[in-house]
């Protein structure tokens, strides 16, 4: 038997979807379809589609800063953990997260548009506000 009858027996198949040839001319083959949606482990089957239409959207800037604030959020429990469907706390996480985003602040100034610049500023403060207010524990004014 030979490798190509033990590929097809196994039904494992290669198929070039490429559009165009490597001097750029066009092959005629159709444009991609996008692949069908893999489940994950535990993934819920009633998920929304739009969760997986998120992957697709680009990364910029604001998008990672913001990623970076839900995560600080998620580990200063002020939102659901998604992973286990309770709210958690982890403070030295949130604190790694926020130091992370206080050195992206200081090895970018100069170097991002005045709205990046601002978005980053505003979500430190909040997230470094947050932080204290849970380390230093509840308000002893209305003590």
Do not use: W
Request: aromatic share 4%.
């Amino acid at each position: 038997m030979t490798m190509d009858e033990d590929t097809e027996r196994r039904g494992f198949r290669v198929t070039d979807r490429r559009r165009f040839t490597a001097e750029g001319e066009t092959t005629g083959a159709e444009a991609p379809t996008s692949p069908p949606p893999v489940e994950s482990a535990g993934a819920d089957p009633q998920a929304p589609a739009d969760a997986e239409s998120a992957a697709d959207v680009p990364v910029t800037f604001s998008t990672f800063v913001l990623g970076l604030g839900t995560q600080t959020l998620l580990h200063l429990g002020e939102i659901v953990d998604p992973s286990v469907g309770a709210v958690e706390r982890d403070l030295a996480a949130a604190k790694h997260v926020i130091d992370i985003l206080g050195i992206l602040q200081a090895k970018t100034k100069g170097n991002l548009e005045q709205a990046e610049e601002q978005l980053l500023d505003a979500v430190l403060y909040d997230l470094r506000m947050r932080y204290v207010e849970l380390v230093r524990g509840p308000s002893r004014e209305g003590a």
